[in-house]
């Protein structure tokens, strides 16, 4: 009953945005409005499962004319719907050769029953190789298959609070905490590629490093952690978990050599300029080989999660719409508006341009807030008494905070191959949030006054 009045109520507040059409919005981004409401509310709520309402999001936006076909279905021509292709089929892999049971006995032994150790060497190695690995993506469906084993080896059954921190100190710390290493997730490189074509500024890794990483970094690895430990307490017990029956020692060696290779390939790709995808996608078509491969034919039909992959399209296409149908720009120009900037309040301009970055993520998505917030930054710079870059830096920590997890397609990403309900992932969003913007925020705020760029 309570799903059934949360989806009634969902459809007449669609129905009365595309009958009042507020804020001056016009016919197709009313409808577009309604639709993003419903796809954001029935996945919140979980009113259906997640990759129906992705399909009937997809089809609706197509019915009623809000965007056409290769708007709504960039999805799956996107490199991150091919990225997560790979990491479904490394995931296969690992598991039939058993290099994740392997992986996972060996680390777990030195966990010496302890959790916090457990999470802390998670969360840690996690951040640590989002210095190395450009893509949040590629770190997510690299590490989840190996966390999970663990979690097995640790006697962490499904359903356990054991398992969903395991899952949850993975998700979230191969991606939140790397918002502070500059190439490390998308937003970061749409943030960067928009202020050097719109304001011709681009910020140094050194500088953007220095700036960001005590707090949004190092402080927020270690509320992840306390987070986790705070939540969802476990105790490990070694060696419950059963060995693998498929020990394949050739297959692990080739499999080893394979993501070696893969690795390699994805932390110089400054050097060549090959995209994360098109290296993951290269790796796992070797695996799919018949006779050199990894993954027989059977394997891939039993265990490949084109219901991930919908739902990873339906997300995609959410910030598809919001784009073509100008509803970003919208919000930017209602913001812009309404924002309250004083040059003689250093602390209310904070507050205002991180708040304003916030509540854009929350309808932009977090790619969505570099696109739609930049070209606004110089009348906002003018408001505000600040440098342009200054408040182009501001949008960080709008997009490094996030409320409900369908912002952040990795965190989907990462949560859907851990085989977690996504609602532990919408509690820790916001309790995290909450703590972020209470705690780490003002934090950050002091550390930028230190600084100089306050």
């Known amino acids: 009953m309570q799903k059934l009045i949360t989806a009634l109520l969902t459809l007449l507040c669609g129905a009365l945005i595309i009958i009042l059409q507020p804020a001056g919005l016009t016919s197709e981004q009313a409808w577009g409005a309604a639709l993003v409401l419903f796809a954001i509310l029935f996945w919140a709520a979980a009113l259906l499962p997640d990759h129906l309402t992705a399909l009937i999001f997809m089809l609706a936006t ?44 060996t680390l777990s032994q030195h966990v010496n029953g302890s959790y916090t150790r457990l999470i802390f060497g998670i969360v840690t190695a996690s951040v640590l190789l989002g210095f190395v690995m450009p893509s949040s993506l590629g770190r997510a469906v690299l590490l989840v298959p190996i966390a999970i084993a663990i979690a097995d080896s640790c006697g962490f059954v499904p359903g356990s609070k054991g398992r969903t ?10 991606h939140v905490p790397t918002f502070a290493v500059l190439p490390a997730n998308v937003p970061n490189m749409v943030f960067i590629g928009a202020a050097e074509t719109i304001h011709g500024i681009s910020p140094g890794y050194a500088e953007y490093l220095l700036l960001h990483f005590p707090v949004l970094g190092l402080l927020k690895g270690l509320l992840i952690i306390g987070l986790i430990l705070l939540l969802f307490p476990d105790k490990p017990q070694l060696h419950t978990a059963p060995q693998s029956s498929n020990n394949d020692n050739h297959g692990q060696r080739k499999l080893i050599l394979v993501l070696g290779t893969a690795l390699a390939f994805w932390f110089t790709d400054s050097l060549h300029h090959i995209s994360p995808a098109w290296i993951g996608m290269t790796a796992a078509l070797f695996l799919l080989m018949p006779k050199v491969g990894l993954v027989d034919s059977k394997t891939f039909n039993e265990k490949m999660n084109f219901n991930l992959m919908a739902f990873l399209a339906g997300i995609l296409a959410l910030g598809a719409v919001i784009n073509t149908t100008g509803l970003g720009n919208v919000l930017a120009n209602a913001l812009n508006s309404w924002i309250p900037l004083n040059p003689e309040n250093p602390a209310l301009n904070y507050a205002s341009l991180s708040g304003t970055a916030i509540m854009t993520a929350l309808v932009a998505t977090l790619p969505g807030v570099p696109a739609v917030l930049t070209p606004f930054a110089d009348q906002m710079a003018s408001n505000a008494g600040m440098t342009i870059k200054a408040v182009l830096m501001t949008q960080v920590l709008g997009f490094s905070t996030i409320l409900m997890p369908y912002q952040s397609a990795p965190l989907i990403v990462a949560m859907q191959l851990s ?13 995290s949030a909450t703590l972020t913007i209470l705690i780490l925020l003002p934090l950050d705020y002091l550390w930028w006054q230190w600084l100089g760029w306050i």
Do not use: Y
């Open 62 to 105: 197509i019915l009623f004319a809000v965007a056409p076909p290769e708007v709504v279905f960039a999805g799956f021509s996107s490199a991150a719907m091919w990225l997560i292709f790979s990491g479904l089929v490394f995931g296969m892999a690992i598991n039939t050769t058993g290099l994740g049971g392997r992986i996972a006995q």
């Open 165 to 174: 921190g395991t899952a949850l100190a993975v998700a979230f710390g191969c």
């Open 419 to 431: 085989k977690e309900p996504l609602r532990h992932a919408i509690r820790f969003c916001l309790i």
